[in-house]
């Protein structure tokens, strides 16, 4: 990461960031912290990020910009 210009902190999936990587050219998420699924009426255990779930942070992936991004934000509709 070359220099993020933005972070969101995401309100609805909960210890995901997205960066936006201004000379990079680029947009990257990580997760900091469990994840838990609850849907149709069940919860599953916490799983943390890393390989073994006990990592600080998990890199989610970067998507590359045509152009510098200098703002990011999310949505996630149920």
């Known amino acids: ?25 680029r947009v990257l998420s990580y997760r900091y912290g469990p994840f838990v699924y609850i849907g149709k009426g069940y919860q599953t255990p916490p799983v943390g990020p890393g390989p073994d779930g006990s990592s600080a942070f998990d890199f989610g ?17 149920n």
């Open 1 to 25: 990461m070359g220099d993020p210009i933005s972070v969101y902190d995401s309100t609805r999936s909960k210890y995901v960031i997205t960066v936006a990587d201004y000379t990079g050219r």
């Open 61 to 77: 992936g970067s998507w590359a910009t045509a152009g510098r991004p200098f703002g990011v934000t999310a949505t996630n509709v």
